[in-house]
């Protein structure tokens, strides 16, 4: 590369829990710069998360960061040209990649769903993650079966 690699931008932790995480989250879960709104989403939904699950032990954000790691996949498939033919080449996500493919995985599900509010289908999948089922875990599991079924060309890694 020519230029000097961009510096990566500090993410000030969040004013409830004081996690960095939870502001990458909202971050994503945000629409038009509407900072303020996307907090509210998220800390309603945690809300809901805590009636729906009253008899569990666990804190919602304990509970929302058991579900990201449930719906977080350890592999990809990336296309690659070898020869003229196009492979599916099965590789290892690094760390902040995982982090943002389960993030964007688990509100793209959300938003898909039906249901009143955003806040109430994030809660309902945040559940389902937890509970290993519902559209986010389903994903994760088809990109692991597509790298489990490309493992023959992973001596194409890159």
Do not use: C
Not at 133 to 141: D, P, W
Request: proline share 4%; net charge positive.
């Amino acid at each position: 590369m020519r230029k000097a690699k961009p510096k990566k931008r500090v993410i000030l932790p969040d004013p409830v829990f004081n996690e960095v995480m939870v502001t990458k989250f909202v971050n994503h879960l945000m629409f038009d710069g509407k900072k303020s709104i996307a907090f509210d989403i998220f800390y309603s939904s945690l809300d809901v998360v805590k009636s729906k699950l009253p008899n569990e032990d666990k804190t919602p954000l304990e509970i929302w960061k058991k579900a990201l790691e449930n719906i977080t996949p350890l592999l990809e498939v990336k296309s690659r040209r070898v020869g003229g033919a196009t492979f599916q080449v099965p590789t290892e996500i690094r760390a902040e990649r995982k982090e943002s493919i389960s993030m964007k995985n688990l509100i793209l599900y959300s938003r898909k769903r039906g249901g009143r509010s955003m806040a109430d289908k994030l809660a309902a999948e945040i559940v389902d993650a937890y509970n290993s089922q519902g559209g986010a875990f389903k994903r994760k599991e088809d990109i692991h079966r597509m790298a489990e079924a490309n493992r023959a060309f992973a001596h194409f890694r890159f």
